[in-house]
T-cell receptor
Framework: GAVVSQHPSWVICKSGTSVKIECRSLDFQATTMFWYRQFPKQSLMLMATSNEGSKATYEQGVEKDKFLINHASLTLSTLTVTSAHPEDSSFYIC????????????FGPGTRLLVL | AQSVTQLDSHVSVSEGTPVLLRCNYSSSYSPSLFWYVQHPNKGLQLLLKYTSAATLVKGINGFEAEFKKSETSFHLTKPSAHMSDAAEYFCVVTRGNDYKLSFGAGTTVTVRA
């Protein structure tokens, strides 16, 4: 149980284009999902909290117009990197909080984004 | 504010020997603490968690951790390392009632044959 998937697993795009990453909780409902960014050899940095049916809350320093988050259902959150640039290249990881076990977050396998 | 310090950026052990990964935390309240493992190019897997119950927590794959409030530590141990334990390990603490997480910098474990 408690499986989180991400799609795509990797993506290469041209500078200036937008990329959408999906995060799904497969066997539980997630009222809250989180989006993280991880640079090579570094730790995870929380970007934003995605709440079903409401606006996402962003961490300090994260551009909300750059990283659009939509959480339209209890099992799906999407992160769209708009007008991507090479500095947006990173490993993006989502997690979902199980409502019955609220302290624990279950992580997706990550999406590697390369912007050329 | 909550913060996590992993005292070793890299730990190298021989297969079959014990593993110790050190973690200290600071928190203005009683946090929940976790250890996650990340294999190359993979997502994070929960090893174990402490949520104010027993101070000695047993996790998957033979790992365990002891919560010591007096020392503000949550060190991870395994009595006998296996080659498959080579990975990145993160000590994580809850930031508050909103269930956000703060991650340590990570410890890279290598296992020598």
């Amino acid at each position: 149980g408690a499986v989180v998937s991400q799609h795509p697993s990797w993506v290469i795009c041209k500078s200036g284009t937008s990329v959408k990453i999906e995060c799904r909780s497969l066997d539980f409902q997630a009222t809250t999902m989180f989006w993280y960014r991880q640079f090579p050899k570094q730790s995870l940095m929380l970007m934003a909290t995605s709440n079903e049916g409401s606006k996402a809350t962003y961490e300090q320093g994260v551009e909300k117009d750059k990283f659009l988050i939509n959480h339209a259902s209890l099992t799906l959150s999407t992160l769209t990197v708009t007008s991507a640039h090479p500095e947006d290249s990173s490993f993006y990881i989502c997690s979902a909080r199980d409502g019955t076990n609220q302290e624990t977050q279950y992580f997706g396998p990550g999406t590697r984004l390369l912007v050329l | 504010a909550q913060s996590v310090t992993q005292l070793d950026s890299h730990v190298s052990v021989s297969e079959g020997t014990p593993v110790l990964l050190r973690c200290n935390y600071s928190s203005s309240y009683s946090p929940s603490l976790f250890w996650y493992v990340q294999h190359p190019n993979k997502g994070l897997q929960l090893l174990l968690k402490y949520t104010s119950a027993a101070t000695l927590v047993k996790g998957i794959n033979g790992f365990e951790a002891e919560f010591k409030k007096s020392e503000t530590s949550f060190h991870l141990t395994k009595p006998s390392a296996h080659m498959s334990d080579a990975a990145e390990y993160f000590c994580v603490v809850t930031r508050g009632n909103d269930y956000k997480l703060s991650f340590g910098a990570g410890t890279t474990v290598t296992v020598r044959a």
